[in-house]
């Protein structure tokens, strides 16, 4: 098959203001059916997210990263069996390359599961490190409330997706567990001004999961998006939106329907960095996406044979979905990204995948 007309040379903005009469929202279900397929990626505005939260925690993030380096190492990833916290700038590679931006990673509130005899990846799931709050005050509320918001997006456009692809509105709930069993992830990343050459902030890659939630936080242009043939389309920041792109796992059990796209950031020019928070949407840690059988209405199905097919890409893959549960592939994607904080808290599966070592330097997915 060759690719379709449907390939795409920007982004498609959505309203969801839309969803609030029967007209409006039949227009969105079948915008997002576009975007689904043909792009998988989307801009979202007129979200619900309270703009007041949203507009704290981008007050907050620059005083995050002038934290004291040694308050920023007091929370380091490495001490973290459920690898969140802080990590230096420059400690990820993607392609071989490193990829320049600071970050620290938390998770929505959550209570480790994990008892002896229990699989490992149940570790994965717990309590985030948090800054002292003398140093930043409110930070912690701003950022639990943030994320809390953004996860009930989450699940109100999750049933948008299954109700575009004819499931009906709880036809991908039972890939998520009850709210006290699930966990969603949150990242504050800087992304440094780069003086010579274009800069990778991120290289090629796609999400796993199902869905991921980005909040472009300065104005800075860099995040890209692949098209259907490979081409490189921006995607600049527009205030008051979201971004939203689908992950590989979304692809996998909708039969490639769901189109997860590669993508990447390129370093900032000018003379101030560049900040996002990206959230991803997790789904059960136990769940076999294999044993998971979807059936889709042939008219949905025939969308995805008139887009044609994809054009290679550069970017990493997730090939462990059709023989791992979802918790496993998703810590064997942690351990990958992470391996200093995989060997001191995972050895065993550190040397499954790296036994020879790492060259101090992680290949991020």
Not at 88 to 109: I, M, N, S, Y
Request: aromatic letters at 10%; glycine letters at 8%; hydrophobic letters at 35%.
């Amino acid at each position: 098959m060759s690719i379709s007309a449907n390939n795409f040379s920007s982004i498609p903005i959505l309203d969801y203001s839309l969803l609030a009469n029967e007209t409006g929202r039949d227009a969105f279900i079948s915008q997002l059916r576009h975007a689904l397929v043909n792009v998988g990626f989307l801009y979202l505005k007129n979200h619900p997210v309270p703009q007041d939260v949203v507009d704290k925690l981008i007050g907050h993030i620059p005083k995050l990263f002038d934290l004291p380096q040694e308050a920023k190492d007091k929370i380091k990833m490495a001490n973290s069996e459920h690898f969140l916290g802080y990590s230096r700038l420059g400690t990820e590679l993607t392609k071989g390359q490193v990829d320049q931006r600071e970050q620290f990673d938390f998770g929505t509130k959550h209570k480790c599961r994990w008892q002896k005899g229990d699989p490992d990846y149940y570790r994965l799931w717990g309590s985030s490190q948090w800054p002292d709050e003398a140093l930043i005050p409110g930070f912690r509320e701003t950022l639990e409330k943030y994320l809390e918001e953004v996860a009930d997006l989450s699940y109100k456009f999750s049933s948008l997706i299954a109700e575009a692809f004819g499931l009906g509105p709880n036809g991908l709930a039972h890939f998520y567990d009850t709210l006290e069993l699930m966990q969603h992830r949150g990242k504050i990343v800087k992304y440094p001004v780069v003086v010579e050459g274009d800069g990778q902030g991120v290289g090629p890659h796609y999400d796993a999961g199902f869905l991921t939630f980005l909040l472009q936080a300065s104005p800075h242009e860099g995040l890209q998006v692949q098209n259907l043939s490979g081409a490189w389309i921006d995607a600049p920041p527009i205030p008051g939106t979201f971004v939203i792109n689908l992950g590989k796992a979304l692809e996998f059990v909708t039969l490639g329907i769901a189109r997860a796209t590669s993508h990447r950031v390129l370093s900032p020019k000018g003379n101030a960095p560049r900040y996002s928070v990206p959230f991803f949407q997790n789904i059960s840690l136990n769940i076999r996406l294999t044993n998971e059988v979807l059936e889709f209405p042939p008219e949905i199905l025939k969308l995805r044979d008139e887009r044609g097919m994809v054009a290679a890409t550069d970017s990493v893959n997730f090939s462990e979905f059709d023989k791992e549960p979802s918790g496993r592939v998703n810590l064997m994607g942690r351990v990958k990204s992470h391996p200093e904080t995989a060997e001191i808290h995972y050895p065993e599966l550190f040397k499954e995948i790296f036994p020879h070592g790492y060259s101090g330097k992680a290949s991020a997915y």
